[in-house]
Each structure stands twice: as structure tokens, then as C-alpha cells.
């Protein structure tokens, strides 16, 4: 998992996605996310039609991994064990 940055939750309880990363995730303002629990992290998912890689970001066909959406070249990346 990668760090992006490091955030304050402000006196609302709320917090601030970093630009590069809504740009990046297609994260416009009215997007609906999920906030979940998965083994003590807190993960937050856009929720709509697109599933995109838990690895890179890029739009897949919705290929699931133990649970976990991963693009065919991320799949091959790992299996060339790079």
C-alpha cells in the first residue's frame, strides 16, 4: 500500500482527498463513496458503475482477486514478478 499524504480530520470530522488523487480515481464533487473497515484500515471506494484496480487506478472488467478488483496488466506484472 502506498502513502499518498498525511491529513488532519478537521473539527467536523472531516477530511480533504488530495487533488492529484480525486483526478486521478475520476472523483468529482456528488461522487457517492463507501467508507469500510477491512483488518483495522479504513478504505473508501467510489461507488458507481466503474471498478477500477485496487493497484493502479485504471478502469477493469471487474476481474476479482481474493475479493479485490486487479486490471489484466497489473496480473501480468505480478506474474512476471515485477
Do not use: F
Request: hydrophobic fraction near 40%; aromatic fraction near 2%; proline fraction near 2%.
Amino acid at each position: 500500500m502506498q502513502l499518498i499524504a498525511t491529513k488532519l480530520i478537521g473539527a467536523l470530522g472531516r477530511i480533504v482527498i488530495p487533488s492529484e488523487v480525486r483526478k486521478t480515481w475520476g472523483l468529482e464533487p456528488g461522487t457517492k463513496v463507501g467508507i469500510y473497515l477491512d483488518n483495522g484500515r479504513i478504505v473508501i471506494q467510489a461507488l458507481n458503475d466503474k471498478q477500477r484496480c485496487v493497484l493502479c487506478g485504471a478502469v477493469t472488467d471487474g476481474k476479482l482477486v481474493r475479493g479485490k478488483h486487479i486490471c489484466d496488466a497489473c496480473i501480468d506484472l505480478i506474474k512476471k514478478g515485477a
